[in-house]
C-alpha cells in the first residue's frame, strides 16, 4: 500500500514538472512572439508618421489608422495569451510550492523523531555497551555497521532538509516574480486598450468624412483595380510566353494554348532548384529587409471601403523610402519589364516559380543574371504624394498565382 502511494505522489510530482515546463516553453514562445510585435508597432508608427503628404487624402489616412489598430489588436491578443500562460504557471509554480512544504514538514517530523530517540539513547556508554553486550564478533560487526548507517542517513536527512529549504525559497521567489511580471502584462495591455480606444475614435471621424465622398472611392478603387488587372494580364503573358519560348528551345511539346495549363518543361537542374524552393515553402525570406504587408492576397473587401471588393494576385509591403527589393531564393532573372510611369519589374525564376518583384525605381539585375537568395536587385519606388514605399510582390507557378503567406516566413 505504501509502495503504491509513493508511486502515485511521484507520478503527480512529475506531471507537475512536465506541465510547468510546457507552460513556461509556450510563454516563452508568446514572449518572444509579443517583444517581436511590440517592435513592429514601432517602425509602422514610424513609418507612417514619416509618410508626407503633398495633399491630403482620407482614404489613405484611414487605410494607415486601420493597420496600426489591427497591428495594436494582434498585439493585445498576444499580451492576453501571455498573461493567461503566466496564470497557469503562478498556479502550477504554487501547486509545486505547497508540494514541497508537505515534504519539508514531513523531513522536519522525521527528522525530530529520530534526534529524539537518538538523544534517549545518546551517551557513549549505551553505543558502547550495545556493541560488547553482542554474542559474537560477527553480530557486533554488524551492529557497528547499522550505528554508522544510522549516522550517515542523520546526517543525508539534515542535508536534505537544508536543499528542500532552498529549493522552498527559489519557488517562492520565483512566484513573486512571475506574480509582477503578471502584473507589468496586465499594465501594458490597459495602456494599449486605451491607445487603442483613441484611434478608433479617430477612425470613426475618419470613416464619417468617408461616408460623404464615398462614390469618388469607389471610383478611385475600380481605377486602381483596372490598373492592377492590367498589370497582372501582363505578368501572365509574359511568363506565358517565356513558357512557350523555353519549352520550344528544348524542343518539348508540353506548352498547350490554354494559359491555365502551360507549364515549364524543366531540365534536371531546374527540376533540383525547384525542389529545393517547395521544400522551403514557410521559409522563404521576404522580398524586403524590413516592411510590413499592407495588402494581402486574393478577393478581399476593401479595409475601408466596406463595400466595394479588390482582387490581388500578391501582396503589397509598405517599407521605408531607400528600401531595396530582395530575391527571395536563389534562382536567374527571366525578365526585366518597364512599366507606367517608368517603373520596373523584375520576374526571378525557380525551376517552374516565378517571384515578381514590383514598383522598382531602379534595378540592378538584368535578364539572365544568376541570383542568389537576399540579393538585392532594385530600389523601391516611393510615391511623391503620399509620400510611400510600397513593393507588390507576386508569386507564381508557371502561371498560376500562389499565396505568398503561405510561402515567406511569417508574413
Not at 514619416?50 to 496600426?68: A, I, P, Q, Y
Not at 494580364?233 to 512557350?244: C, G, N, S, T
Amino acid at each position: 500500500m505504501q509502495f503504491k502511494l509513493n508511486y502515485l505522489f511521484l507520478a503527480v510530482a512529475l506531471l507537475l514538472s512536465v506541465n510547468i515546463s510546457a507552460q513556461k516553453t509556450k510563454r516563452q514562445k508568446l514572449e518572444a512572439r509579443r517583444v517581436q510585435l511590440q517592435k513592429d508597432q514601432i517602425y509602422i508608427n514610424a513609418l507612417l508618421s514619416n509618410t508626407k503628404r503633398k495633399e491630403k487624402n482620407l482614404l489613405v489616412e484611414l487605410k494607415d489608422l486601420d493597420g496600426k489598430i489591427n497591428a495594436r489588436e494582434e498585439l493585445i491578443l498576444i499580451i492576453t495569451k501571455e498573461s493567461n500562460e503566466l496564470g497557469n504557471e503562478i498556479y502550477l509554480n504554487q501547486l509545486e510550492i505547497n508540494k514541497n512544504k508537505r515534504n519539508l514538514e514531513a523531513l522536519k517530523k522525521d527528522y525530530g523523531d529520530m534526534i529524539f530517540k537518538s538523544y534517549k539513547s545518546k551517551s557513549q556508554n549505551s553505543r558502547i555497551m550495545f556493541l560488547l553486550s553482542s554474542d559474537n564478533f560477527f553480530q557486533a560487526y554488524k551492529r557497528f555497521q547499522y550505528m554508522k548507517q544510522y549516522t550517515s542517513f542523520r546526517k543525508r536527512q539534515g542535508e536534505e532538509i537544508i536543499e528542500k529549504t532552498k529549493e522552498l525559497e527559489i519557488l517562492t521567489d520565483s512566484l513573486e516574480v512571475k506574480k509582477k511580471q503578471k502584473q507589468v502584462l496586465l499594465e501594458e495591455k490597459k495602456k494599449e486598450q486605451f491607445v487603442i480606444e483613441k484611434e478608433k475614435k479617430e477612425q470613426e471621424n475618419l470613416l464619417t468624412q468617408i461616408k460623404k465622398k464615398e462614390n469618388k472611392y469607389k471610383r478611385q478603387i475600380k481605377q486602381f483595380q483596372r490598373e492592377e488587372s492590367r498589370i497582372d494580364a501582363q505578368i501572365e503573358k509574359l511568363i506565358r510566353d517565356a513558357i512557350v519560348a523555353s519549352n520550344k528551345a528544348s524542343g518539348s511539346t508540353k506548352t498547350t494554348t490554354s494559359s491555365s495549363s502551360a507549364t515549364f518543361a524543366l531540365t534536371p537542374e531546374a527540376k533540383e532548384l525547384a525542389s529545393k524552393f517547395e521544400l522551403n515553402k514557410g521559409k522563404l525570406d521576404w522580398p524586403v529587409e524590413k516592411g510590413y504587408v499592407s495588402m494581402y492576397y486574393g478577393n478581399q473587401p476593401h479595409p475601408i471601403v466596406k463595400t466595394a471588393t479588390i482582387k490581388s494576385n500578391g501582396v503589397r509591403i509598405t517599407t521605408s523610402s531607400g528600401s531595396k527589393a530582395r530575391a527571395v531564393f536563389n534562382g536567374t532573372v527571366l525578365a526585366v519589364q518597364v512599366m507606367s510611369g517608368n517603373k520596373k519589374m523584375v520576374y526571378i525564376q525557380h525551376g517552374n516559380y516565378i517571384s515578381i518583384y514590383k514598383n522598382l525605381a531602379t534595378v540592378f539585375v538584368n535578364k539572365g543574371d544568376k541570383v542568389t537568395t537576399k540579393q538585392e536587385i532594385g530600389t523601391i519606388f516611393t510615391d511623391k504624394v503620399t509620400g510611400k514605399t510600397i513593393l507588390g510582390f507576386v508569386l507564381s507557378k508557371n502561371t498560376t498565382t500562389e499565396n505568398p503567406a503561405s510561402w515567406i516566413y511569417r508574413m
